[in-house]
């Protein structure tokens, strides 16, 4: 009994080094390089900053658009709108648009 007490307390210890044949270890480095899926990663990369600076530059250009179009409507309101509302006046209270 005192014998099994004894061995079950043991702690055992890994004596054979364990090698994985298809994984490098410390200071080796890899003859193959697998480019299959380093192209793939590449493409993934490119693809997603290329999409990235793509909408960024769409957004930004009807940013600018947009300013450009809401300028001109405001201009043109500003230049149209009082003689429209002169105009419609002045036929719906029946005076002569000619008169001054």
Not at 71 to 94: C, F, M, N, V
């Given at each position: 009994?005192?014998?099994?007490?004894?061995?079950?307390?043991?702690?055992?210890?890994?004596?054979?080094?364990?090698?994985?044949?298809?994984?490098?270890?410390?200071?080796?480095t890899?003859?193959?390089?697998?480019?299959?899926?380093?192209?793939?990663?590449?493409?993934?990369?490119?693809?997603?900053?290329?999409?990235?600076?793509?909408?960024?530059?769409?957004?930004?250009?009807?940013?600018?658009?947009?300013?450009?179009?809401?300028?001109?409507?405001?201009?043109?309101?500003?230049?149209?709108?009082?003689?429209?509302?002169?105009?419609?006046?002045?036929?719906?209270?029946?005076?002569d648009?000619?008169?001054?």
């Amino acid at each position: 009994m005192a014998n099994e007490a004894a061995s079950q307390k043991d702690i055992p210890v890994l004596t054979d080094v364990i090698t994985d044949e298809e994984t490098p270890g410390i200071g080796e480095t890899t003859t193959s390089v697998d480019y299959a899926s380093l192209i793939a990663e590449l493409q993934t990369q490119l693809a997603s900053n290329a999409y990235a600076l793509t909408e960024q530059l769409i957004h930004n250009a009807f940013a600018e658009m947009e300013a450009t179009l809401f300028a001109q409507i405001s201009a043109r309101l500003r230049e149209e709108l009082p003689e429209l509302i002169d105009r419609i006046l002045r036929e719906h209270l029946g005076e002569d648009p000619e008169e001054p």
